[in-house]
């Protein structure tokens, strides 16, 4: 009974991390482009490369968090980091998250984010779109 449980544990907690690796290492289909520059605000263009670059796998499709941190309310809180330390995530730390995301983690992350290979314009776009996100 015990090696039972212990296999639906391994299913449960491997399957969401496979897929959050899988969804954000993203695809070249045309549905997963990155927006146009100019295309919308930088807000709009942040939220739509959350979806199609895989960051709402694990962060929510609307900023509310789940295997990763939420967004929502994010820039200008405070937060703990698993060091014990606080920092304020205001948009520099909220881009060195996205750009080195072993710098300074949330504490209670479920899973290590990968790191990006967003141009710093894509950056920047996600970051307005977080910022968005309010309280």
Known sequence: MTRGRSG?????LGVPLLLCVVVACGDDSPS???PEPGA???AERG???????????C????????LGPAWTGLVGSTVELTDGST????????TESITEPTAKVVDGSSIAMPKTDL???EVADL????????P
């Open 8 to 12: 639906l544990q391994v299913l449960a």
């Open 87 to 94: 920092v304020v995530a205001d948009e520099a730390y909220v």
């Open 127 to 134: 970051v307005a779109y977080i910022g968005s996100l309010g």
């Open 47 to 57: 939220q739509q490369l959350a979806r199609t670059r895989g960051c709402a796998a």
């Open 119 to 121: 141009s710093d314009a």
């Open 32 to 34: 997963s482009s990155p």
């Open 59 to 66: 962060h929510g499709v609307d900023g509310q968090g789940g």
């Open 40 to 42: 919308g605000s930088a």
